[in-house]
Each structure stands twice: as structure tokens, then as C-alpha cells.
């Protein structure tokens, strides 16, 4: 069946940079993969006391998405030297139940973007550490960081050559990781 990747961006406004690298990547795989992106505006604040069947439809929602995807592409800003807020809070939502989540074991890509010169490289690692500690498969190399990322982006898409070459080819490392799950899983 084709390799079906979930894409989410740790920033929710309409003109995030992050959200248009997602676009990108969507428009340019091709046959490759099918990429969603799945907003994740919607989602509360984690709170222990919801996080079981009285949760919003929202959190099963995101979720299931997760579940029903092959691999993770999570695409976030940095904000004051970190991961966002909004992308962590998605996170802590989808790694429960602990050690059987939806996130275990999903192969998972990490990209950053910022409008400076170090490309969110900050955020990268906490994305990374965090994705660890839900048990995901992070995709070792490479670190796709997006610097000056607001001079390469025009009508919600990244134009610059180099950069898409960089993240497709972050994305084909995914695909990979994809295919070595599927055939252990078959074996
Ligand atoms: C930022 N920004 C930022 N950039 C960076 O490289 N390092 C940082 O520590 C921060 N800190 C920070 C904090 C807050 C609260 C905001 C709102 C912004 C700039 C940030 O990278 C820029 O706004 C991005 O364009 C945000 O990503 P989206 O929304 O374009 O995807």
C-alpha cells in the first residue's frame, strides 16, 4: 500500500513558515508518499484529567492520524532558544498510554525553520530528545534546519532549490526507515 505520512507543524498561524515547508514537501513527493498535514489548532492544553475517554474528539482524532500513518514529519519553529509550545503539548497528548502510544516506534522526521541564522537548531534538539522519550524511531540524519527561512518562502511554498533538495532528501531517509518497518513487521 503506498506510504501514507502525517505532517504537523508546530505553528498555528496562517502564514507559518513551517505549515508552507509541509505544503512544499506534499506538492513535491509525487507517487513517493502521501503526505497529510494535520492542523493542530484544535488541540487543549494537556491535562491528566481529560486524557482518557472524556477527552475532545480532537485528541482521538490526532491520534488515530498518527496511528493510521506510516512515519511523522514534525516541522517546528523555535521559539525563545525551544521547541513551541504547541508542538510539545500535541506531543504529550499523543505519547500516552506510555510505552504503547501511537507515537512508538514511528519512524519520525524532524525539521526546524527560523527566520535566523541558525535555523531553529535549538528547537531541533528538544524535538529529537522529546520524540525519544515517546519511543518514536527519529530519524538520525539529516538534521533538516531551514535558516533564513522567510527569504525562501513565497505565497505559502518554499521556493529555494537547495532547501526542498535538502528536505526531500531528509524525506526519501524517512521512506527508507519506513520500508525496514514494514518488513519487519511482515516477517
Ligand atoms: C521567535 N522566533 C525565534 N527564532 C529563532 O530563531 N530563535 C528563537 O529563539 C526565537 N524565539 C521566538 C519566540 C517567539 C515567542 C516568537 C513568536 C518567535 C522567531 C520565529 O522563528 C519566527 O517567528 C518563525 O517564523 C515562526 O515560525 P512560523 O510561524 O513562521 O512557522
Redesign the pocket.
Known sequence: SPVRILGI?G?L?RA????AILRTLQDKLGGKAELIIHPLNDLPLYDQDIDNETAPDSVFAFKRAIAEADGLIAVS?????GMSGVLKNALDWASRPAMKSPLKGKPSLIMT????F?G?VRAQYQVRETLSGCLARVIARPQVVIPAV?EKITDGRLTDAASIDFALAAVDDLIEEIRIVRLSQAA
Open positions: 507543524s505553528s498561524r507559518s513558515n513551517c505549515t519553529p523555535e521559539y525563545n532558544y525553520a527560523s527566520p535566523g541558525t531553529g522567510h
